[in-house]
Nanobody, 123 residues
Framework: VQLQASGGGLVQAGGSLRLSCAASGRIIRIDDMDWYRQAAGKERELVAGVTNSGMTNYAESVKGRFTISRDNAKKTLDLQMNSLTPEDTAVYYC??????????????????WGQGTQVTVSS
């Protein structure tokens, strides 16, 4: 099972970016899916999360600016980021609680991280 994140880049303050994360593999079910970020010299922090029923939660710092969404059929997770500020500069990681078939066809439940995508907001 892999999570592949994409969509990062360089944007000016006030601009927008959309991050995407695609899950692949012998997946049975994906429970919570989240976006985290880690700025240089700081701890990794939760940015936003969404349950498989669509309930969302956001860090206070991004409420009203970021929107998290998922497509359960496509096994994708998105993060629309608007009104970006330099304080949003970080490596962004997708995260998921995944249930999948092992090579021996047993159920496995694991936490999986994507590889991270850099978001840089210039002032």
């Amino acid at each position: 099972v892999q999570l592949q994140a994409s969509g990062g880049g360089l944007v000016q303050a006030g601009g927008s970016l959309r991050l995407s994360c695609a899950a692949s593999g012998r997946i049975i079910r994906i429970d919570d899916m989240d976006w985290y970020r880690q700025a240089a010299g700081k701890e990794r922090e939760l940015v936003a999360g969404v349950t498989n029923s669509g309930m969302t939660n956001y860090a206070e710092s991004v409420k009203g600016r970021f929107t998290i969404s998922r497509d359960n059929a496509k096994k994708t997770l998105d993060l629309q980021m608007n009104s970006l500020t330099p304080e949003d500069t970080a490596v962004y990681y997708c995260f998921a609680n995944v249930v999948y078939y092992s090579p021996s066809d047993t159920y496995v439940a694991e936490k999986r991280w994507g590889q991270g995508t850099q978001v840089t907001v210039s002032s």
